[in-house]
């Protein structure tokens, strides 16, 4: 907090130059940059990092077509005007945190949204932070992503929050008293799902017969499912992206692991369904996007994107069209595109009426609201009960 105290004290100093200059008498040296004026459109630039291409360009897929259709309904209203400008960081650190780069030396960009990893957020994040420029994430769940800096916020569910919730409404559901867990060890985004899977488990004082782990882009898992099968656990925790998750699920169901699974943030993608098939059966995630959710915003937004994108939006989908909501609001009440502006704007959302549901930011800029628990069931994602 003491860098952007600081930001405060150097605004003031120039405030006071401004004023000094003012009174000096020379009328022909008046501003010609005047503060946005009440009900005059505030026109910004935002960057978006995403995950265009590689093995998770599904999630970077959903995520900018979702921005592009909320971009569309936003300048089209009026209130405010918003220009992307759009980096492929390819799922890797490096490129993200490159493209960030980019993206801030534009004095013009004023917030960033994306990238899409957690393992990306923890770099860009804290350049974000340490340049003064408001970033949010729309799939960045893992622990400890807002707390990177004041200028750090997302609006995803986090799986410190959606894991619990899914698990013990499973272990109610099934008389769970057995686990085993299974995660992807090489990645922050899914080792951070595995620590709250094993907090969660060890809370509900269940018995955790195993503790696997796999690399990313692993394409044989026996070895693990074998041992997991010979233990007999009453459910499977599994945190993975929806590659690897999926072809888990599928040798698990050829290899007679018929259990229910438990899934991170990760498996919340159609994409889980389309390559395991029927084996997807029997995942219970928690989210807070229900496509087929009785709600009129929600079904007014699957109708637009359908007719937009030729398919049905996505979690990841659902978050980004919110998050330039969120921005557009934001940039609203601040009244001009400005980054400290825009950053105090965001910190102040509350009950914000999204397509997730009311939305909100706690003091570290991180997500208020109720998640909904899934569970995949005749090839298709259907309220849990």
């Not at 592009?68 to 405010?80: F, M, P, S, T, Y």
């Not at 400890?144 to 559901?173: C, M």
């Not at 990645?187 to 620590?195: A, I, L, N």
């Not at 997500?367 to 995949?376: A, C, D, G, Q, S």
């Amino acid at each position: 907090m003491k860098r952007y105290l600081n930001k405060g004290f150097l605004l003031m100093t120039v405030l006071l130059l401004l004023a000094l200059t003012a009174c000096s008498g020379n009328s022909s040296e008046k501003t010609s940059k005047t503060n946005s004026a009440k009900g005059d459109k505030v026109s910004a630039k935002l960057g978006v990092i995403s995950y265009i291409t590689g093995p998770g360009a599904a999630y970077g897929e959903a995520i900018t077509n979702g921005l592009k259709l909320a971009q569309k309904e936003i300048n089209a209203k009026g209130d405010v005007k918003i220009d992307l400008v759009t980096e492929d960081s390819a799922g890797k650190q490096e490129q993200a945190l490159s493209a960030a780069q980019k993206l801030m030396s534009d004095d013009d960009i004023v917030g960033i949204i994306g990238p899409t990893l957690s393992t990306e957020m923890n770099v860009v994040g804290k350049e974000a932070d340490m340049n003064g420029i408001p970033i949010m994430g729309t799939s960045t769940t893992a622990e400890g992503i807002p707390q990177i800096g004041d200028y750090v916020f997302r609006n995803s569910l986090p799986e410190a929050l959606a894991i619990p919730t899914a698990l013990k409404k499973a272990v109610d559901k099934y008389d769970v008293k057995k686990v085993a867990i299974l995660y992807g060890n090489d990645d922050v985004f899914t080792k951070s799902g595995f620590d709250t899977m094993k907090k969660a488990a060890e809370d509900m004082k269940l018995d955790i017969l195993t503790i696997e782990t796999f690399q990313k882009g692993q394409s044989d898992y026996n070895a693990q499912l074998t041992k997991i099968k010979g233990l007999k656990p009453d459910l499977i925790l599994c945190s993975a992206l929806y590659n690897e998750g999926a072809v888990i699920m599928d040798q698990a169901r050829k290899a007679g692991l018929d259990v229910p699974f438990v899934g991170g943030n990760g498996f919340n993608s159609p994409q889980v369904i389309d390559i395991a098939g029927q084996a997807a059966d029997g995942l219970i995630v928690a989210t807070p996007w229900f496509a087929d959710k009785p709600d009129q915003k929600v079904q007014d937004f699957v109708k637009k994107f359908e007719a937009e994108y030729g398919k049905k939006p996505d979690q990841f989908a659902a978050q980004a069209y919110d998050a330039l909501y969120i921005y557009a609001e934001a940039l609203k009440n601040a009244g001009e595109a400005d980054r400290d502006a825009l950053r105090d704007a965001l910190a102040k959302i509350k009950n914000f009426p999204g397509i997730l549901g009311n939305f909100s930011f706690d003091k570290d800029g991180d997500v208020v609201m109720e998640p909904t628990v899934l569970i995949i069931k005749d090839g298709k994602f259907q309220l849990f009960e």
